[in-house]
């Protein structure tokens, strides 16, 4: 088991919700205010501060309060844990096929002699 699991864990606890899955998407794109990022969704605000909870507890976002606006962003590299768990489950075909690949596309690349 990797040493990572329990950030992992967390994480993919964290985005097994549509819901928050839906607000990172969002935030991919930029930062947010709550009542911007609460708007799409048909629930009360206290139940989608909820979801952010969550989000947050498993470091996928922070937020920061400004006066009476509490504006969320996605985390750099947040989700860099999971590239790395899923690189982890490749085969060992897959690796194959990666250089086989690199092989095939460097055997068709023209050579000085040939330009």
Do not use: C
């Not at 329990?6 to 009542?35: C, G, H, K, N």
């Not at 206290?46 to 952010?52: A, E, K, R």
């Not at 009476?68 to 860099?80: E, F, K």
């Amino acid at each position: 088991m990797p040493k990572y699991h329990d950030e992992l864990d967390a994480v993919l606890r964290a985005l097994a919700d549509p819901t928050r899955r839906a607000v990172v998407e969002r935030l991919a794109a930029s930062p947010a205010v709550v009542s911007e990022l609460a708007e799409p969704f048909p629930m009360a605000l206290p139940s989608f501060m909820q979801h952010l909870s969550v989000l947050e507890n498993a470091g996928v976002i922070t937020s920061e309060k400004h006066g009476r606006v509490r504006t969320v962003s996605l985390r750099p590299g947040a989700l860099d844990i999971l590239h790395l768990w899923l690189g982890e489950q490749r085969t060992p075909a897959e690796h194959q096929a990666d250089r086989l690949g690199i092989h095939l596309a460097r055997a068709s690349a023209p050579t000085p002699k040939d330009t």
